[in-house]
């Protein structure tokens, strides 16, 4: 008779379980918990070490410059001609979109970029501790699912690539799946290799990527400008007059012109409430200024020549057009070596929107058991269980759905924005962001701040009800139509306004009770980066600085000048 576990061991060999899956301290102590700030802390969550600090000015540049080099900008404009535009209308509206989201960005990436912390713990600041779970979780789990599509989407071109090299050995692979599995056992196969080649990055930690974006930023403009020429030679031109079934004008030309500004926007969103995951690891602040201009150079540009794509691949005999992925998979096989590069530009725009969040979310909601780098890993192998190609084949709802994200996640950055540059004026005391007790200035009330989420749901309310029209045509009126066609520039002016004037009826506290009073002017706390002297835990690269600053109020009524963070200065009045 085999004797089992008693109930005792059963619990105890479970609790060395969970022991040896927590996250261990860097300084080699045999302790779990890594972060110096209780359980809502660990290594990736706390504001990360000079050592991190490696993204510099040509990085930020070169990370949002090729972002916009992937399948969903080359479609954008695309895709556009469908309702009655023109190809220099939709120019002129991704240029509107580019500055528009520009300026979002650099207002959005100051905070992390001078304070040095992620999104899970930059957000608590305007939502609270705990609110703070309900914003990590929403983008956490939109990032998992789009992980898996846009691999999916990169496998294709994975595909045409196989069957470029292989010929007919590709094509006539046996196909031993159902139809019900919704894709054949070689798209299964371009799947899986294309997973194994991003798999490893998974194991790469944020502050050591710039380099992948420096790379794509070559690499993927030459893949487009390649298949553009390749485009125009195979069809003898482009015909840009011929796009359009149909012209508006008037009144419709202006709606249309919102929608259009509306669909460039989404696929741009993603790295707007991201960009605090990368912008943490900045050199310095001021190194974030050339990212903007990345986005403003490279969006407009590669919607254009994805529309000089789509004018030279038109059917003239139907009247439809080619959108630009199926040019490039359905593409000659004599021109695969420039395949190779749209599939590089997918993948990598699925770390900065997809893997990374993720990784970075999971920290944020079990910072006990999940480090960046873990999480990351663990987004690559749920790519597998949300069956992508099920998704796409069969969910067009839910993928009309998806796109939609912007109305729930543009709110979020606007409260962000708002709570940084004009409740709080820059002033951040860092280590009040991991605390999750009554008093502590983010814990609001039982960790929520309602400000915020008043905002968030009202400008969701405004906008939401497009979303069934998207979902059923027909179904809700033309207002609710348009409105939700002004989803992106609605929902973001709304929730920034209802959070400000929330703050200025019901203001919030800067800094914490027992250190009061302190300066409260334009990032007044930036020479200590969120640091008061009287804090409980100070990093040890901080803690010089912190009290020399402490040591400046000694010498009353007098001004003295103190290096700050990177090559500023900073003029303490005492």
Not at 12 to 22: A, P, T, V
Not at 214 to 242: C, E, N, R, Y
Not at 287 to 297: E, F, K, R
Not at 528 to 545: H, K, N, S
Request: charged share 10%.
């Amino acid at each position: 008779m085999v004797e089992l576990p008693k109930p005792n061991a059963l619990l105890h060999q479970k609790q060395l379980l969970l022991d040896s899956l927590k996250v261990r301290n860097d300084a080699g102590n045999g302790q779990y918990e890594s972060g110096q700030f209780g359980r809502w802390s660990n290594k990736d969550l706390d504001p990360s070490p000079p050592q991190q600090r490696t993204w510099s000015a040509w990085s930020f540049f070169a990370f949002q410059f090729s972002i916009a080099f992937s399948p969903t900008t080359y479609n954008a404009g695309a895709s556009l001609y469908a309702i009655g535009l023109n190809w220099w209308i939709i120019f002129i509206a991704s240029f509107v979109v580019s500055i528009l989201i520009a300026i979002l960005l650099f207002l959005n990436a100051r905070g992390p970029a001078r304070y040095h912390v992620g999104y899970p713990t930059f957000v608590r600041l305007c939502a609270g501790i705990y609110g703070s779970l309900v914003f990590v979780f929403i983008r956490g789990v939109v990032a998992i699912l789009y992980m898996a599509i846009q691999t999916y989407y990169a496998s294709q071109f994975v595909a045409v690539m196989l069957r470029c090299v292989f010929g007919h050995q590709w094509t006539d692979l046996p196909n031993h799946l159902p139809k019900s599995a919704a894709i054949t056992s070689s798209n299964l196969l371009a799947f899986g290799i294309l997973w194994i080649i991003q798999f490893p990055f998974a194991f790469v930690h944020p502050s050591k990527m710039a380099v992948v974006f420096q790379i794509k930023s070559v690499i993927a403009p030459i893949g487009l400008i390649a298949t553009m020429i390749w485009a125009l030679v195979s069809s003898h031109g482009a015909d840009f007059d011929g796009l359009s079934s149909q012209t508006v004008s008037g009144a419709a030309l202006g709606w249309s012109f919102m929608h259009a500004i509306n669909a460039i926007v989404s696929n741009v969103i993603p790295p707007l409430v991201n960009i605090s995951d990368l912008a943490r690891y900045v050199k310095r602040p001021r190194d974030t200024l050339p990212m903007p201009i990345g986005l403003v150079v490279s969006k407009p540009l590669v919607v254009f020549l994805g529309m000089i794509i789509t004018a030279a691949g038109r059917i003239g005999t139907c009247g439809t057009f080619i959108l630009v992925f199926l040019t490039i998979t359905g593409a000659q096989e004599r021109e695969h070596s420039s395949f190779s590069r749209p599939a590089f530009a997918t993948f990598v725009t699925n770390f900065t929107s997809n893997s990374i969040p993720v990784g970075c979310d999971l920290t944020g909601l079990f910072p006990q058991y999940f480090t960046i780098v873990r999480g990351q890993i663990l987004c690559f192998i749920l790519a597998w269980v949300c069956v992508p190609w099920k998704l796409t084949y069969s969910a067009s709802s839910f993928l009309t759905f998806l796109g939609s994200y912007l109305c729930f996640i543009c709110p979020i950055v606007a409260c962000m924005i708002v709570d940084y540059w004009v409740v709080r004026k820059g002033n951040v005391h860092v280590p009040s962001l991991y605390k999750a007790q009554q008093g502590s200035i983010y814990y609001y009330t039982a960790g929520f701040n309602a400000r915020a989420f008043v905002a968030w749901v009202v400008a969701i309310a405004l906008v939401i009800p497009g979303v069934s029209g998207s979902l059923n045509p027909g179904s809700i009126g033309t207002a609710a139509v348009r409105m939700y066609n002004m989803g992106f520039l609605l929902s973001t002016v709304v929730a920034a306004l209802v959070y400000y004037l929330g703050c200025r009826i019901w203001p919030v506290e800067i800094y914490p009770r027992e250190v009061q009073p302190k300066d409260e002017s334009w990032e007044a706390m930036r020479y200590t980066e969120g640091f008061f002297p009287e804090d409980d835990v100070i990093p040890d690269y901080l803690r010089e600085r912190v009290l020399d600053g402490q040591l400046m109020h000694v010498n009353a009524g007098k001004d003295a000048t103190l290096p700050a963070s990177g090559d500023e200065k900073l003029t303490i009045h005492v």
